[in-house]
């Protein structure tokens, strides 16, 4: 042994405070698997404050959100056990395998997409079992990318802490445990509809400007947090000029807007309204 390493003092290069947590994940518990992703899989920076990123963190699942036709959202509470300010409640929305769905989404939203790398590409496209895996992680990274691009443009959507797999993790809508109510559930007077659907077209424009048109708009997609409406569910985000179809999905997501909003009584043109996002995309 040398005489520079017998003098090494470790206790100048290690916290000997550091120990092992105490406690160990039970029931629908897991560790925090932020540490586990790389930095592309994480949400854009600066992230949030109340996003936990502590390696000592637990996510908890407290009970399902929504069942859908081919992905459910669960309530996720990531706390670092006896850190009160370490606490943060998310939404995390985990997507089927393509034999578990009850609904297959329409090849008309990933043209003019491009698969990640040619191997998942050549499994998908011979349905292997691989191949169905590589699918439903597909539909989770393109939620993710929509999400992370929305919001670095201002558009009001949840912010999105991860992705891992098919699983997308995300800010939470609500207040407390209770989901913030869907466009379709709420109850308002016309005044108040009239400036969300003001809100709506906004959002609208936004993607437009970008060149993207959410595909698959509705009352049900849109909730209402805070007086604020904010858009949901976009995994089909579609780019209006490389998609074929991109600008009739554009035009059926105005149609749909002004359909139910027409229906509450709010004035509004389905075909103005799609002129004006036309204008905003060639802008």
């Known amino acids: ?5 017998a003098s090494f003092d470790a206790s100048l290069f290690f916290d000997e405070s550091l120990t092992f947590a105490d406690v ?3 029931d629908d518990q897991r560790w925090s698997t932020w540490p586990a992703i790389t930095p592309s899989e994480r949400g854009p920076e600066p992230w949030p404050e109340w996003v936990v990123t502590s390696a000592g963190a637990i996510d908890t699942e407290l009970g399902i959100l929504k069942t859908g036709k081919e992905a459910d959202v669960f309530l996720i509470e990531r706390a670092v056990p006896d850190e009160p300010t370490q606490r ?3 939404a995390a929305k985990r997507y089927r395998s393509t034999e578990h769905r009850s609904f297959h ?5 990933t043209e ?6 040619s191997r998942a590409g050549r499994a998908i496209s011979k349905k292997t079992a691989f191949g169905r895996e590589v699918a439903a992680a597909e539909w989770s990274f393109a939620e993710f990318q929509a999400l992370s691009r929305m919001w670095e443009l201002g ?11 098919s699983e997308v ?10 989901a913030a109510p869907r466009l379709a559930q709420v109850r308002s007077d016309r005044a108040m509809l009239a400036d969300y659907y003001a809100q709506i077209v906004e959002i609208m424009r936004v993607f437009a400007a970008a060149g993207f048109a959410h595909g698959d708009l509705s009352p049900y997609n849109l909730l209402v947090h805070e007086g604020r409406v904010r858009v949901i569910d976009l995994p089909q985000i579609v780019d209006i000029i490389a998609n074929p179809q991109g600008l009739d999905l554009l035009h059926r997501d105005c149609v749909n807007v002004c359909d139910w909003f027409a229906r509450h ?5 389905a075909e103005e309204l799609f002129a004006e996002l036309l204008a905003s995309s060639y802008a």
């Open 88 to 90: 943060t409640l998310l």
């Open 112 to 117: 003019g997409r491009e698969v990640r790398d």
């Open 155 to 165: 558009a009001p959507v949840p912010y999105p802490v991860q992705v891992n797999g």
């Open 1 to 5: 042994m040398t005489d520079s390493f």
């Open 105 to 109: 989404r329409s090849g008309i939203y």
């Open 169 to 178: 993790l995300m800010e939470f809508l609500g207040t407390d445990a209770t």
């Open 24 to 26: 160990e994940p039970g």
């Open 265 to 269: 009584r709010v004035e509004c043109d």
